[in-house]
């Protein structure tokens, strides 16, 4: 498996390579043609310039200046000769360059083409030159004259052979410099991703504590976060995991132990005295309710949490299901002197939910409030109609909430230990609670004060 730095130093020195390159092929194979191309039509340009300024102003002062013009620009030679092949005009600084051609033949091939350009190897120098002949034809097509042109070519195989020498140094330097640049970019770009894969190979292996350390600001430092807040998520969850097997080890335990005993004191006792034997089974049937309902609660939280519960919403009497779900505390009312009552409006209270959801809603609140009433005052279950929405309200006036603890109450297994104490709950009651409000998309919360007592409430829209 090739590694990510090897794999983007490779990269590097391959954008290199192609760099110098295109810069080798511009340099040196085509600057000749590029010369040549440009050279030839600047000259084939102010020839012509130079026979317009022949028809339309031929002034003798004029055209010797733009010869002269020529002669600087392109060490051009230049002649302009009539139809009939008589010199008019001449720059005679470097009349040499046209020695040895034959003229007249160059100026009826010009007559007879109009334009002619040629690249030739002059026939007494040594080097290549471009003869350029322009027909002078005035605005009604008649031809006036020739003018020929002869600039000498720079002799460019020089200049490109001192190139190729300075680029073959060139290249070696830029090599060399990305060789190393490519290498230590490649290593400072992919330590970051070494040091997140080996802290997630570390939380794999079960090292919750692990840090992902990267200071960059883009992507990878993105990622660095992520992993962070999933490190703290995993070690979160590790945590609860640990309390849930405390918790429910605990919780499990006290009631075992008092079914388990109780049966043996039944079995070994009690047996022929009815009334305690009545007192004792009892208890146990209690306790083995109190498993049934932990266990329970267990299994709806794991359905609701993973998404495995279909819901089945229709048209719900809310005030109905509120009564069924208060009828079911006639036992805990009597066992605790604690009095459930409701504040209901005559008509029915209608909303689109999933009624046996709804009603474990209730369940879960109402027995909460027993739980943690702890006085005698009464428990009030009541339904408050709003503009577009019925509020329902379970208040009671046992020991308030901190405040700090009002949002993480609903937490699973937050008030375990407050709960272990007064020998109620599972700890799931109001997580479950609040996934089943949240499905609902119902709105709900806490407020505990001494003037309200502890109200737990949630609202859910009128079906129309």
């Not at 006036?144 to 073959?168: T, Y």
């Not at 969850?237 to 080890?249: C, F, G, H, P």
């Not at 407050?418 to 499905?439: D, H, M, Y």
């Amino acid at each position: 498996m090739k590694k990510i730095s090897t794999r983007l130093w490779g990269l590097m020195l391959c954008l290199v390579f192609i760099a110098m390159g295109l810069l080798w092929l511009v340099q040196v194979q085509f600057l000749q043609t590029f010369y040549m191309d440009r050279q030839t039509n600047n000259i084939v340009r102010h020839a012509k310039e130079l026979s317009l300024l022949l028809i339309s102003d031929p002034n003798v002062d004029k055209v010797k200046e733009k010869l002269e013009e020529l002669n600087l620009k392109f060490n051009a030679s230049i002649d302009i000769y009539t139809d009939n092949g008589t010199l008019q005009y001449s720059s005679d600084t470097y009349a040499q360059l046209m020695l040895g051609m034959n003229k007249r033949e160059v100026i009826q091939e010009t007559l007879k083409k109009g334009e002619i350009l040629k690249i030739m190897a002059h026939t007494k120098l040594s080097f290549q030159v471009l003869l350029s002949g322009i027909t002078i034809v005035d605005e009604n097509g008649d031809s006036r004259g020739v003018i020929l042109i002869m600039a000498p070519l720079a002799p460019v195989k020089e200049a490109v052979g001192i190139i190729k020498e300075q680029l073959i140094y060139i290249m070696l330097i830029l090599i060399a410099i990305s060789f190393f640049l490519s290498y230590f970019f490649a290593r400072a770009f992919t330590k970051p991703i070494l040091d997140i894969k080996n802290g997630a190979v570390q939380l794999a292996k079960g090292n919750l504590d692990v840090g992902f350390h990267v200071r960059s600001k883009d992507e990878l430092g993105d990622l660095a976060d992520t992993m962070n807040d999933l490190a703290g998520q995993l070690n979160k969850t590790e945590q609860m995991r640990k309390d849930l097997i405390a918790n429910v080890s605990h919780e499990f335990r006290t009631p075992l132990s008092l079914i388990h005993g109780y049966a043996e004191t039944v079995r070994d006792v009690t047996g022929p005295n009815e009334e305690k034997r009545t007192k004792q089974l009892n208890i146990i049937m209690e306790e083995s309710e109190r498993l049934s309902e932990m266990v329970n609660d267990m299994l709806d939280y794991s359905s609701l949490q993973s998404n495995t519960y279909s819901y089945d919403f229709q048209t719900v009497a809310l005030d109905i299901t509120l009564r069924s779900v208060v009828n079911r505390f006639d036992y805990f009312r009597q066992k605790t002197n604690i009095d459930l009552q409701t504040e209901l409006s005559k008509e029915h209270v209608l909303v689109f939910a999933d009624e046996k959801r709804i009603s474990q809603v209730f369940y879960n609140l109402i027995n909460n409030a027993f739980v943690h009433s702890g006085t005698e005052k009464p428990i009030i279950a009541r339904i408050v109609e709003k503009d577009e929405t019925y509020r329902v309200e379970i208040e009671n006036r046992g020991k308030l909430i901190p405040e700090e603890e009002l949002e993480s109450i609903w937490e699973r297994f937050h008030k375990i230990d407050r709960q272990r104490n007064t020998g109620g709950g599972s700890g799931l009651g109001l997580a479950i609670v609040r996934n089943i409000l949240e499905s609902h998309g119902a709105s709900y919360g806490v407020r505990s004060n001494e003037k309200d007592g502890t109200i737990f409430w949630f609202e859910l829209k009128k079906q129309k």
